[in-house]
Antibody
Framework: QVQLQESGPGLVKPSETLSLTCTVS????????WSWIRQPPGKGLEWIGD???????NYNPSLKSRVTISADTSKNQFSLKLSSVTAADTAVHYC????????????WGQGTLVTVSS | QSALTQPASVSGSPGQSITISCTGT?????????VSWYQQHPGKAPKLMIY???NRPSGVSNRFSGSKSGNTASLTISGLQAEDEADYYC??????????FGTGTKVTVL
C-alpha cells in the first residue's frame, strides 16, 4: 500500500522560499511519476507540477518561474521549492502519485498547510 | 489555463441520482479522454473516484459513474447516500502537457 506524507515549515515569510518534502512508503519513487498540488483555504485545487521517474520535471506554466521539484532516491523522497512567496501562496499542499503515462492522481498525502505571513 | 467550470453546489435526497458537470475546452476536456474525478471530505485529502472519463478504481462504489460529451464531462452519483456529502473536483490533462482542475462542487444530501 503506497503512502505519502508531506513535511515542512507551516509558516513562511513573504518573499522567502517555501520548502516541502514528501516521503513515500510502499513504492520506489524511481518507478513512478509524482506530483505536487495545492489548495488555498476554502478554494479549489491547483496542479503545481510533476517529477517523472526519469528525474525530468514539468511545471504549471503559471508557477514555472518560481517552482523547483526534485527527488532524493536514497531517501525515497521528493521535494517542492516555491520562491518569492506571497500571501496568495497560502495553501494546503498535497503530494500525490501519478503513474507514468497515466493522467490521474492516486494516492494523495494528507496535506500540509503552509501560511505565508510576516 | 483557466479552471474547468463546475456548478458550485448540487443537492439531492437519499436514494436519488445527481449529476455534476465539468465544462472545459477542446484543449482539455474535449481533446482527451483523460478526465478524472475526486471526492474530498472536509479536512481530508482528495480521493480518486473516476479516471479516464468513466473508469472506476478498485474499491469505489459502482454508484459512481462518469461520462463525457464534447467539452463537458459528467459525474453521476446514483442511490445518493449521506456519506456522499462532500466536495467533488474534476481534472483534465491539457494540450500544454499540464493538468487543470475544476472549480469544485459541493454535494449536499438533503
Amino acid at each position: 500500500q503506497v503512502q505519502l506524507q508531506e513535511s515542512g515549515p507551516g509558516l513562511v515569510k513573504p518573499s522567502e522560499t517555501l520548502s516541502l518534502t514528501c516521503t513515500v512508503s510502499g513504492a520506489s519513487i524511481s518507478s513512478y511519476d509524482w506530483s505536487w498540488i495545492r489548495q488555498p483555504p476554502g478554494k479549489g485545487l491547483e496542479w503545481i507540477g510533476d517529477i517523472y521517474s526519469s528525474g525530468t520535471t514539468n511545471y504549471n506554466p503559471s508557477l514555472k518561474s518560481r517552482v523547483t521539484i526534485s527527488a532524493d532516491t536514497s531517501k525515497n523522497q521528493f521535494s517542492l521549492k516555491l520562491s518569492s512567496v506571497t500571501a496568495a501562496d497560502t495553501a494546503v499542499h498535497y503530494c500525490a502519485r501519478r503513474r507514468s503515462w497515466y493522467n490521474w492522481f492516486d494516492p494523495w498525502g494528507q496535506g500540509t498547510l503552509v501560511t505565508v505571513s510576516s | 489555463q483557466s479552471a474547468l467550470t463546475q456548478p458550485a453546489s448540487v443537492s439531492g435526497s437519499p436514494g436519488q441520482s445527481i449529476t455534476i458537470s465539468c465544462t472545459g475546452t477542446s484543449s482539455d476536456v474535449g481533446g482527451y479522454n483523460y478526465v478524472s474525478w475526486y471526492q474530498q471530505h472536509p479536512g481530508k485529502a482528495p480521493k480518486l473516484m473516476i479516471y479516464d472519463v468513466s473508469n472506476r478504481p478498485s474499491g469505489v462504489s459502482n454508484r459512481f459513474s462518469g461520462s463525457k460529451s464534447g467539452n463537458t464531462a459528467s459525474l453521476t452519483i446514483s442511490g445518493l447516500q449521506a456519506e456522499d456529502e462532500a466536495d467533488y473536483y474534476c481534472s483534465s490533462y491539457t494540450s500544454s502537457n499540464s493538468y487543470v482542475f475544476g472549480t469544485g462542487t459541493k454535494v449536499t444530501v438533503l
